[in-house]
């Protein structure tokens, strides 16, 4: 007798955003087992369209997890006041507060930048799954704005392209501009600062698994120099990379609905976040981080 195979039926669909990156996956729900063929297409569709994204979820801090550890190993944020407490893996990303204290990180992504960039192992990619989004007026607010970096490489002059491949820029946790609202918890940030020494990573880097090039600077803080080069010379270099990149015709806006999830990539892919809203509304993020590779 021949064994009945289990029948595997994918109705996965990948809807690109019409913006320079970002595609929504449909189709699939995040908290039952993905298929190795789900699983590979959903990894196909991220290297391809650099944001990805899936509405209407409903993930358990351990599904997030169990999702986000598909793609690698689980970085565990060193800002432990901010996850939650059951899953330290699961950082809070929330304007919400309890007895007067934030309950989460509340200034991240003010700035464009591309994640914990100032280590020496960048992570991989980023997952946030939307709990509460503010909405006023019937829109949704605290908008995530991302740029390709890889789009933005693809169209520098042959001349900057030449000049900037082969540099290494400096990258500081210490410099990097906060927001000036800011109440993230001074000790921490002072402990932090001891730990961590500025590194080098190269101005433009190549992607480990498509090998497009990828602008990987920015300003604010974020970068402080480039190797080799004076000052001056090295700042106006990296404005006009960061400043190349945030253009509109690089961008995607994501309108975050409860129950999203999304996940970007750190190599191909600056973010930054728009704080339009504040209490009483309240915009609440479970944030996964998984580790990458040294770029070069
Ligand atoms: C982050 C981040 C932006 C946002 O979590 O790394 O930059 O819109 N978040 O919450
Ligand atoms: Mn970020």
Redesign the pocket.
Known sequence: MVEAKPQIHDHLTVTPTGAALGAEISGVNLSSELSDSEFEQIEAAFHQHSVIFFRNQNLSPDRHVKFTKKFGEIEISPITQYALPSHPEVLLVTNVEENGKPIGLAD??RFW????SYIETPPRC?ILHAKEVPFENGKSLGETHFVSTAAAFDDLDDGIKQKAIGLKAIHSFRHKKRAADTKRDAITRRDQQKERPNVLHPVIRTHPVTGRKCIYVASDGECIGIEGLPDAEALTLIDYLANHCIQEKFKYRHQWQVGDVLMWDNCSVQ???IKDFDLPLRRLMHRTTVNGTRPV
């Open positions: 991240a992504g930048h591309s994640d914990i980023s973010h930054k976040t």
